[in-house]
């Protein structure tokens, strides 16, 4: 019974520790995204997460391993919500119906206000941490065209596309879908993200070009 009670103790303080670095990293994300990393102090992060300035650094070494952290939380959180749980292309599927499906899926994701700030934050703060940056492309881009290449290998073999090179493809794939809407929102602001319809309406467009091309 003890060892029980001992157990349920463990996983409950483990369980408050994970929740309160998932604090931590929600506020700095808050701040940082907002005021950027010269305009950040571990003090302001602190008052958003509602926890003692000391706690912070019991989770993180110092304010530029919490800027990492930050960053690689949310990049992958946004590179999980496009790959995680994607659907099979199967027998019944129109293979022009499933690609823009993916590729509004990875729009939509990409898309958002808080990630374009991340974005914007990493390029700005690419010469203090350039790890930062490729990290940010492995996480988003890189990972969208590795898994777009197996997905091509696997429709290649089923005598579906006609690609000699997978990964070409797939890089073509990947920024004739994201490129143009992407580079619009970085430069010219949130106001320009596309809505719903719009989006729809260019991952078909970039589909139908892609098919062209490579569909058998």
Do not use: C
Request: charged share 20%; hydrophobic share 45%; aromatic share 8%.
């Amino acid at each position: 019974m003890k060892a029980h009670q001992s157990e349920r103790t463990a996983s409950g303080r483990i369980q408050r520790t994970a929740d309160k670095r998932a604090a931590v990293l929600e506020a700095a994300a808050k701040i940082f995204l907002g005021g950027g990393y010269l305009g950040t102090s571990v003090d302001d992060i602190a008052a958003q997460a509602g926890v003692a300035k000391q706690t912070i650094y019991t989770y993180f070494s110092n304010k530029e391993a919490l800027f990492a952290a930050m960053v690689s939380a949310l990049s992958n959180e946004a590179s999980d919500r496009v790959h995680n749980n994607v659907e099979e292309f199967s027998d019944s599927d129109d293979l022009q119906t499933y690609l823009v499906r993916y590729a509004v899926r990875q729009l939509k994701v990409v898309l958002t206000p808080r990630i374009l700030q991340l974005r914007r934050l990493v390029i700005g703060e690419a010469g203090r941490f350039p790890e930062l940056g490729a990290a940010l492309y492995a996480g988003g881009p890189g990972r969208a065209i590795a898994s777009l290449a197996a997905t091509f290998e696997r429709l290649r073999k089923r005598g579906l596309l006609s690609l000699p090179d997978p990964m070409l493809a797939a890089t073509q794939f990947n920024w004739l879908i994201m490129s143009a809407p992407l580079h619009r929102a970085m430069l010219l602001g949130d106001a320009t993200i596309p809505n719903s319809k719009e989006i729809l309406e260019h991952a078909k467009q970039g589909v139908r070009m892609f098919l062209a091309a490579y569909a058998n």
